[in-house]
């Protein structure tokens, strides 16, 4: 089995299906398991869900300070490098969403 981040964020056994590089759903299966996990933890109170869930948040939560942080460096440091990457990642992040 390779490795893929998503999976293992989320505790799962990588398929080599939806999770290859050059599949487009990586994303789209990421937000349909977050709210399969909300809606076992809001029906079922179910503890391990909660965990893997908050474990998920968390993880997402990191990619949102990063280019926080790098728009403030660019805006108030002025770094040039800052907007570079922080533009490259919204990029990313934007192509991989909007297909």
């Not at 999976?7 to 939806?18: E, I, T």
């Not at 590089?21 to 977050?34: I, N, S, T």
């Not at 660019?74 to 192509?95: E, K, N, R």
Request: charged fraction near 20%; glycine fraction near 12%; aromatic fraction near 10%.
């Amino acid at each position: 089995m390779g490795f893929s981040k998503e999976r293992w964020v989320a505790c799962l056994p990588y398929s080599g299906s939806w999770e290859d590089p050059g599949c487009e759903l990586r994303g789209h299966f990421v937000g349909h398991y977050l709210s399969a996990l909300s809606y076992l933890v809001m029906g079922t109170g179910d503890a391990a869900a909660g965990e893997r869930l908050e474990l998920m948040v968390s993880e997402l939560a990191k990619i949102h300070k990063i280019m926080l942080g790098l728009l403030d460096a660019h805006v108030m440091g002025g770094s040039a490098q800052a907007l570079t990457m922080v533009t490259a990642m919204a990029d990313y992040f934007h192509a991989r969403t909007s297909k």
